[in-house]
């Protein structure tokens, strides 16, 4: 930083992904980020916990949310797991220490950038379907209101210009009318 708080130009700019999240970018569903960081959280908070590290791949949310997820086991590595056999059955463990609260913060920023590209994926999808043909009623309405259109086009236009018109009872006189002859004089008023 540079003085009074301002940032140097001839500082160098992050611009590079770190090898974790691009990991954590690879990971095609948001279950298994959620997933990802509430182990991870548990691992961190309560290091000493040997079941936090080390999962069985034989449990069936495991298996489903991070081995057979897309991006799954290699964000799984990248966060320091290692592939391993226990007792003849797979398991996932990861050695005393590896786990920080910067991977949990790394985590959240990519659940937060998966939302913003879902839903940004679902604007484009509703912007492509809104684009299609509709069914026939629409498309006849569509019809009807540009004949509407067309119709108003080539008729005269509904204003015209204002034009005095006679009072009844008013002679030959100018148009207007005193507030004695209407009958709004009278006695105590303001």
């Known amino acids: 930083m540079g003085y009074a708080g301002y940032f140097s130009t001839t500082a160098r700019i992050k611009d590079k992904r770190s090898p974790l999240e691009s990991a954590l970018i690879d990971v095609a569903d948001l279950a298994t980020l959620e997933l990802l960081e509430k182990i991870t959280y548990n691992v961190v908070v309560q290091p000493g ?41 797979e398991v ?23 939302k913003k590209k879902s839903a940004k994926d679902l604007v484009q999808k509703t912007k492509a379907v809104a684009g299609l043909p509709g069914t026939q009623e629409q498309e006849e309405l569509r019809r009807q209101l540009e004949a509407d259109r067309a119709e108003r086009a080539q008729r005269e236009p509904v204003t015209k210009g204002s034009m005095a018109q006679p009072l009844p009872g008013a002679g030959a006189g100018p148009n207007m009318t005193t507030a004695a002859e209407a009958g709004l004089t009278g006695g105590g008023c303001c």
């Open 92 to 114: 996932l463990t990861l050695a005393k220490g590896l786990a920080t609260m910067a991977q949990v913060r790394a985590i959240q920023e990519a659940q937060q950038q998966w």
């Open 49 to 89: 916990e040997e079941k936090y590290r080390r999962l069985k791949l034989s449990n069936a949310k495991i298996r489903s949310s991070i081995a057979d997820a897309e991006g799954g086991l290699g964000a799984m590595r990248e966060l320091g797991w290692r592939l391993g056999e226990d007792e003849g059955q």
